[in-house]
């Protein structure tokens, strides 16, 4: 099914690269650079492009572009919820999902990347199955591995394969059980040079937000090596999350489960993250 994965930076630089099957040349990206020489914002690329001899399937994640290159047609949203695997997988391995932790991390990806597909098709995609299988990097185990020339794969078979819910391992018991309920807000905002919003009040399906709540951010723009300089009063897209907080004032009291016996634990996790939060300078 998946021949070939390329990651790209927003640069249009292919860092990585993995054949499962053939190797197919990086000429192949050509098509996809046109069409994102051709999209405003690099979330407009088309996430499917047709070829010659080949479909290409995009996601953008982490300002990353996850490339995969297809000789058959297939679904493509299984495509692209594999893909969507891959860098949440990164995420959870190395704690973010970036260009610099992804070179720094090369041998533990290629092992992770062998491991999710076999031959072109997805094998283990779970979270649990894979650390039970390709240990999670650590200052200590790096400095081993070099000296002895170890290897972060580990010697037994992970046991959440042969379970009916792979994303457990088999025969876990918890002493206390937890039932967690999230509440995430997006934030969808156009900001001027003193970072006010131009309309004074961001109006939400459950209210109106004061604009003095706003998140209060400071930060430098650096440009990568080589990159165009950018005109005079750019526009910038910012990416936040704030754990922890509903910034509407949303708050829930109380949660109430039916059907068990038992008394679980319940909480609430709040997550306020960025939607199309641009500010212009």
Same mark, same amino acid.
């Given at each position: 099914m998946?021949?070939?994965?390329?990651?790209?930076?927003?640069? +249009?630089?292919?860092?990585? =690269?993995?054949h499962w099957k053939s190797v197919i040349s990086r000429s192949v990206c050509d098509y996809f650079f046109e069409a994102k020489q051709k999209a405003v914002d690099p979330e407009n690329v088309p996430p499917v492009l047709q070829t010659p001899h080949h479909y290409l399937i995009t996601i953008f994640r982490g300002k990353l572009f996850f490339l995969s290159v297809i000789q058959t047609e297939v679904p493509p949203l299984f495509v692209i919820e594999f893909l969507h695997r891959v860098a949440d997988t990164f995420q959870d391995y190395f704690g973010e999902c970036s260009e610099s932790v992804i070179k720094d991390n090369v041998v533990t990806v290629y092992e992770l990347l062998e491991e999710m597909l076999d031959n072109g098709f997805p094998l283990a995609t779970e979270s649990n199955v894979l650390k039970e299988m390709i240990r999670p990097p650590t200052i200590l185990? $790096?400095?081993?591995?070099?000296?002895?020339? +170890?290897?972060n794969v580990g010697d037994m078979l992970p046991t !959440?394969?042969? $379970?009916?819910? %792979?994303?457990?391992?088999? @025969?876990?018991?918890?002493?206390?059980? *937890?039932?967690?309920?999230?509440?995430? *807000? *997006?934030?969808?905002a156009i900001g001027n040079y003193t970072y006010e919003p131009t309309t004074k009040v961001l109006v939400w399906d459950i209210g109106k937000l004061n604009p003095q709540k706003l998140p209060n951010l400071r930060g430098s723009l650096? /440009?990568? /090596? @080589?990159?165009?300089? %950018? *005109? =005079?009063? %750019?526009? #910038?897209?910012?990416?936040?999350?704030?754990q922890q907080l509903a910034? $509407? @004032? #949303?708050?829930?009291?109380? #949660?109430?489960?039916?059907? =068990?016996?038992?008394? %679980?634990?319940? !909480?609430?996790?709040?997550?306020?993250?960025? +939607?199309?939060f641009q500010v212009r300078t």
């Open positions: 998946i021949h070939s994965l390329f990651l790209i930076n927003v640069s +249009g630089d292919i860092f990585l =690269e993995k185990r $790096s400095v081993v591995n070099t000296l002895t020339g +170890g290897s !959440g394969q042969l $379970s009916n819910i %792979p994303w457990r391992r088999a @025969g876990v018991k918890y002493t206390n059980n *937890e039932a967690y309920f999230d509440v995430i *807000e *997006e934030i969808d650096s /440009m990568h /090596m @080589g990159a165009p300089k %950018p *005109e =005079e009063n %750019p526009s #910038l897209n910012i990416d936040l999350k704030i910034i $509407s @004032g #949303l708050k829930v009291s109380r #949660l109430d489960m039916y059907g =068990e016996k038992y008394k %679980p634990f319940k !909480g609430v996790k709040y997550l306020t993250k960025a +939607g199309k």
